[in-house]
């Protein structure tokens, strides 16, 4: 119970930002490198499923695309040069994720002790959250605010590539964030 109390407070706190702000974006050699590397890191869906366990709010069930449409692959060690995000401090598990075509994650919520960012390789996606909806395209990096219920879909023929990213929740990354707003 008290866990359940302490989390639902941090969600109320991140709730403070917007559900995503645009940090910047990337250039397309940057991208080729990406993409180029994506082939040899291997799948890694379950290991995306145990870091959401004993979240409130976040738990995978049968009805979650991870392994169907949706596949995860963690990138150990990656230090990109994405100059927008080089201010920010603590960023930690980096993955690629791959969305098939027209397909979608379905509303949730993410983990309220990191903040989230996604940055765009190949195609675009619709993220939705607290009613607004952003078209998110190749080349973009954004914030994505964990606390607020969100969905994406790829409504494209084409499989949208993204890697996925955490920051940690600290003063310095937030001033940064208010920045942006």
């Given at each position: 119970?008290?866990?359940?109390?302490?989390?639902?407070?941090?969600?109320?706190?991140?709730?403070?930002?917007?559900?995503?702000?645009?940090?910047?974006?990337?250039?397309?050699?940057?991208?080729?490198?990406?993409?180029?590397?994506?082939?040899?890191?291997?799948?890694?869906?379950?290991?995306?499923?145990?870091?959401?366990?004993?979240?409130?709010?976040?738990?995978?069930?049968?009805?979650?695309?991870?392994?169907?449409?949706?596949?995860?692959?963690?990138?150990?060690?990656?230090?990109?040069?994405?100059?927008?995000?080089?201010?920010?401090?603590?960023t930690?598990?980096?993955?690629?994720?791959?969305?098939?075509?027209?397909?979608?994650i379905?509303?949730?919520?993410?983990?309220?002790?990191?903040?989230?960012?996604i940055?765009?390789?190949k195609?675009?996606?619709?993220?939705?959250?607290?009613?607004?909806?952003?078209?998110?395209?190749?080349?973009?990096?954004?914030?994505?605010?964990?606390?607020?219920?969100?969905?994406?879909?790829?409504n494209?023929?084409?499989?949208?590539?993204?890697?996925?990213?955490?920051?940690?929740?600290?003063?310095?990354?937030?001033?940064?964030?208010?920045?942006?707003?």
């Open positions: 119970m008290k866990k359940d109390i302490k989390t639902l407070r941090q969600y109320a706190r991140l709730r403070k930002l917007p559900e995503v702000i645009e940090l910047g974006s990337i250039d397309q050699s940057l991208i080729e490198d990406c993409l180029e590397l994506l082939p040899s890191v291997p799948v890694s869906n379950e290991r995306a499923s145990e870091a959401r366990e004993g979240i409130y709010g976040v738990e995978h069930d049968n009805t979650t695309p991870l392994g169907k449409t949706y596949n995860q692959r963690h990138i150990d060690d990656f230090i990109p040069a994405i100059k927008c995000l080089e201010n920010y401090i603590n930690y598990e980096w993955r690629f994720a791959e969305l098939q075509p027209q397909a979608s379905p509303k949730h919520l993410d983990d309220p002790y990191s903040y989230r960012f940055v765009m390789l195609g675009t996606h619709n993220f939705s959250a607290n009613n607004n909806t952003v078209t998110m395209s190749e080349g973009q990096v954004w914030f994505v605010n964990s606390a607020y219920h969100h969905s994406v879909y790829n494209n023929d084409k499989t949208r590539i993204a890697i996925l990213g955490k920051m940690e929740v600290n003063e310095h990354n937030t001033g940064l964030l208010r920045t942006r707003t």
